[in-house]
């Protein structure tokens, strides 16, 4: 059974930080992309970064200098690091992953066909 489950979410005030996680199991982890995609109220489903299956970062324009993908192959988790937090980052953060395609663009990372599978969210709200 495929899982992707995130955590590290929480309360957190303006200008700190957060390092939600994202752990999967039940497919191979080395052939998928993830990616990080947010919803706030009232708001379209957002997507912020990819990590590729090769490796590769990509970044939407409005987190890129403030939030970085990493992943632990070992473990079979990718993390994303949150800094500089604003209170208009409040959202609920999911994790995607994706079989392997290639990126043309950090454009390409939004494209919700690209993901197979879904986790369930981690809730992160930032306080003015």
């Known amino acids: 059974e495929v899982q992707l489950v995130e955590s590290g979410g929480g309360l957190v005030q303006a200008g700190g930080s957060l390092k939600p996680s994202c752990a999967a199991s039940?497919?191979?982890?080395?052939?998928?992309?993830i990616g990080w995609f947010r919803r706030a109220p009232g708001k379209e489903r957002e997507g912020l970064a990819c990590i590729s299956s090769e490796g590769s970062h990509y970044y939407t324009e409005s987190v890129k200098g403030r939030f970085t993908i990493s992943s632990d192959n070992a473990k079979n988790t990718v993390f994303l690091q949150m800094s500089s937090l604003k209170p208009e980052d409040t959202a609920e953060y999911y994790c995607?992953?994706?079989?392997?395609?290639?990126?043309?663009?950090?454009?390409?990372?939004?494209?919700?066909?690209?993901?197979?599978?879904w986790g369930q969210g981690t809730q992160v709200t930032v306080s003015s």
């Open positions: 995607a992953a994706g079989t392997s395609r290639p990126f043309y663009s950090d454009y390409d990372l939004t494209i919700l066909s690209r993901y197979d599978y």
């Open positions: 039940g497919f191979t982890f080395d052939d998928y992309a």
